[in-house]
C-alpha cells in the first residue's frame, strides 16, 4: 500500500525566504506526483504536476522535482510572501491518488 | 459551469440519519472522484468514475456509503446510517480522460458533514 509523508508538518517563515517542501513515498511505481495549494474552508488547487517520466516542472516562483527511484519530491518556493501561506499536500498516482497530511505554511510579513 | 461545485457546503446531521451530498463537475469532464478529508489529514480516496460507471470504488469504508453518478455528469455521494466517525469534509474532484498520465485534478470546496 502507497503511504505519503510530507515533512515539516509546519513550517513559519519571513517573508522573502527561500524555502523546500519535502514529500516522499514507498511506491516508486507511480503515473505522476501532484503538488497542491489548500486555504483554509477551500478546496484543493493543483500547482505542478510531474509525470513519471520527468524530473521538475516549474511554475513561477514554485519549483518541484521528482527522484521516482528514491520515492522523494521536494516543492521549492522561492521569495516566499505571506499569500502563499496554505498548506501544501503532495499526492502520487499510482491505481489511485494518495496524498500526504500536507505542509502548513506560514509567511509572516 | 466554471468550475466543480459541491452542495451542501456544510450539512449537520444526528447519528443514524441518510445523507446526500451532490457534485457538480466541470462540463465535459468524463472522470471524477470523491474524497474525504479530516482535521489535519490529507484527503482519503473514496470512488472513481469514468463516466456513469464506478471504475474504483475500493476506497468506500463499508457498505453504509454510496455514490451514483447516472448520467455521467452529476454525482451523489449517499450515507446510511451515518456515524459520528464519518465528520469530515467530503470532496469532489474531475477532470479530463483517465486517471493515469498528465491527469489535472480540478476540486470543490468540499462538503463539510458534521455527526452529532
Known amino acids: 500500500k502507497q503511504e505519503v509523508t510530507q515533512i515539516p508538518a509546519a513550517l513559519s517563515v519571513p517573508e522573502g525566504e527561500n524555502l523546500v517542501l519535502n514529500c516522499s513515498f514507498t511506491d516508486s511505481a507511480i503515473y505522476n506526483l501532484q503538488w497542491f495549494r489548500q486555504d483554509p474552508g477551500k478546496g484543493l488547487t493543483s500547482l505542478l504536476l510531474?509525470?513519471?517520466?520527468?524530473r521538475e516542472q516549474t511554475s513561477g516562483r514554485l519549483n518541484a522535482s521528482l527522484d521516482k527511484s528514491s520515492g522523494r519530491s521536494t516543492l521549492y518556493i522561492a521569495a516566499s510572501q505571506p499569500g502563499d501561506s496554505a498548506t501544501y499536500l503532495c499526492?502520487?498516482?499510482?491505481?489511485?491518488?494518495?496524498f500526504g497530511a500536507g505542509t502548513r505554511l506560514t509567511v509572516k510579513p | 459551469g466554471a468550475g466543480v461545485s459541491q452542495t451542501p457546503s456544510n450539512k449537520v446531521t444526528e447519528k443514524g440519519k441518510y445523507v446526500e451530498l451532490r457534485c457538480d463537475p466541470i462540463?465535459?469532464?468524463?472522470?471524477l472522484y470523491w474524497y474525504r478529508q479530516s482535521l489535519g489529514q490529507g484527503p482519503e480516496f473514496l470512488i472513481y468514475?469514468?463516466?456513469?460507471?464506478?471504475?474504483?470504488d475500493s476506497g468506500l469504508p463499508n457498505d453504509r456509503f454510496f455514490a451514483v453518478r447516472p448520467e455521467g455528469s452529476v454525482s451523489t455521494l449517499k450515507i446510511q446510517r451515518t456515524e459520528r466517525g464519518d465528520s469530515a469534509v467530503y470532496l469532489c474532484?474531475?477532470?479530463?480522460?483517465?486517471?493515469?498520465?498528465?491527469?489535472?485534478?480540478?476540486f470543490g470546496a468540499g462538503s463539510r458533514l458534521t455527526v452529532l
Open positions: 468514475f469514468q463516466g456513469t460507471g464506478a471504475a474504483d
Open positions: 510531474i509525470q513519471s517520466s520527468q
Open positions: 474532484a474531475s477532470s479530463f480522460g483517465s486517471r493515469s498520465g498528465a491527469n489535472v485534478l480540478t
Open positions: 499526492a502520487v498516482e499510482n491505481n489511485d491518488m494518495r
Open positions: 462540463s465535459g469532464h468524463t472522470a
